[in-house]
């Protein structure tokens, strides 16, 4: 099992950024698919999850409007898109299958928003 996350984004405030997680290992529409991230000197925050089976998405309070999940069936990959990025959006953003027993991390994918 297995999932790898795209390389390190610089973005400046005001762009977009989009995460990918790619499985491998196990049927990808079995389990979701949950997305945290962690500012530097910061605990884990959660932001929300995909059921890659219909696409279903729940996200955190905090994000809505901000953050879309989505989810290829076709290439067992997951997508995080945050837009309108701001300084405090500086993170490791991780992707963590969820089979209600364990997590299974990606090795995390570092944001760096600045000007």
């Known amino acids: 099992v297995q999932l790898v996350q795209s390389g390190a984004e610089l973005r400046n405030p005001g762009a977009s950024v989009k995460v990918s997680c790619k499985a491998s290992g196990y049927t990808f529409t079995n389990n979701y698919i949950e997305w945290v991230r962690q500012a530097p000197g910061q605990g884990l925050e959660w932001m929300g999850r995909i059921d890659p089976e219909d696409g279903t998405t729940k996200y955190a309070q905090k994000f809505q409007g901000r953050v879309t999940f989505t989810a290829d069936t076709s290439t067992s990959t997951a997508y995080v898109e945050l837009t309108s990025l701001r300084s405090e959006d500086t993170a490791v953003y991780y992707c963590?299958?969820?089979?209600?027993?364990?997590?299974?991390w990606g090795q995390g994918t570092q944001v760096t928003v600045s000007s």
């Open positions: 963590a299958r969820n089979t209600a027993v364990d997590y299974y």
